[in-house]
């Protein structure tokens, strides 16, 4: 049998005195693309992190080409062959393709300046090697997430990186751009490169992977191959139990509408779109992307402003001109983009959590107390995997830190509770939380608009289907009436049909 590249030996990693790794084990070997995959929070990241040099682990050991190593940094990872792809480039935006490739590792002349002339013709040779159509001297600025994912590739392969980790790297990228992707992973495979695939999307990982290694709660619980298992075994080892799927209820047919919408506008991005949700309903706003569903979205919390259009709750008109005032008027809002726009990084689950409410909490000051109260009430219930309440959000997984903004949505007690990707970058057994937590929800009497670009998701929680296209109503579906590809063809319209 071939000997691994690289062998992770009884890893252990702790941070702040929490042990995150207890003991854990990988193999990777040459030609061979081994899938690292588990809830979030059960641990990939860090041991890919390990594996690249960014950590160094408190206990166990590496072993590269059969010989025990210690990493001091990424640059001495690279140094000897291993890179690690992030799921956010960590590209120079203000240099050129070229230089972002040979970044660290400029060839050089005679003289020991940067020999320009190689680095643009050698970044070109790489780049068409891999298939890529980027102009060594176009800037990275403004270039898509799945080109500058391949500059990394390319830079790693400058680097003559035998190991490469791809860490979540398909998350942001669309169905055309993952393929582009898995095409240079099975070049690169085919080439005796041992990878390995970081991810909980299990479609993707029984595409390209050969092998399997689950993790749970930081330990290893199944080595598998993708030959002899399947997705239901590997999600089985993923959380510890079966995933059931959510059921839907319907009780609110004959209740007037939560939320009514008018001849709703945006300039340029929204054209006089009506619709309800009933309490106790959940809505979904399929489409594609640049539909307009996150412009609505936005308009109904006071974000973006409307050129026309009423809202009404319960049958009164209301006014919505600022976050603040949708606030009070009883609409609450999980954004897409949870990082930017639904947490503070740097403060703690507790202060983030809370935060919406602060003058409920506030006499003479904020009563930590009753933030860490109300917080762990909703850490129980969301079943957030932390060490406590004053943990700093910045340091969850991305799962659990979507759930944190979920118990800030629902701690506002809103009447219509909007939801915008609830499960992006979230992994099966944490999804299954949000969609169960959703329809418990909608079935305290919540009306719940949910948009999604998950179409299983979206078959599976909602009620009811409107489907946007171009900035307008196209269609609308009850949940048995809808299937995966009557959706698309409304959400693609005349090109969907001429294909």
Known sequence: MKEPLISARQIKMSFGGVEVLHGVDLNLYPGEVHAITGENGA??????????GVHRPTAGELVLNGQPTRLANPKDAAAKGISLIH???????DLTVAENIYAGNHPRTKARLVDWKTLREEAATTMANLGLRLSPDAPVKGLSVADQQMIEVASALTHNAQVLILDETTASLTPKEVEELFEIVRRLKAEGRALAFVSHKLEEVFEICDRITVLRDGSKVAELTTQDSSPAEVIRHMVG???????????HKDQAPRLSIQNLSVPGRVHNVSFDVKPGEVVALAGLVGAGRTDIAHALVGATKMSSGTVQIDGATVEIKTPLDAQKKGLALVPEDRQHHGLLLPLSIAENATLPILENLFKFWVKGSEQVSISKEWIDRLRVACVGPMQPVGSLSGGNQQKVVLAKAVLTKPKVLIVDEPTRGVDVGAK???HRLIRELASEGLAVLMISSDLPEVLAVSDRILVMRAGKLVAEYERDQATQESIMFDAAGEAAHAS
Do not use: C, N
């Open 87 to 93: 799921q956010e480039p960590l590209t120079f935006p």
């Open 43 to 52: 641990g990939k990241s860090t041991l890919a992190k390990i594996i690249a």
């Open 432 to 434: 299954s939380e949000v």
């Open 241 to 251: 139990r079966d995933i059931e799927a959510t059921a839907v209820t319907r009780h």
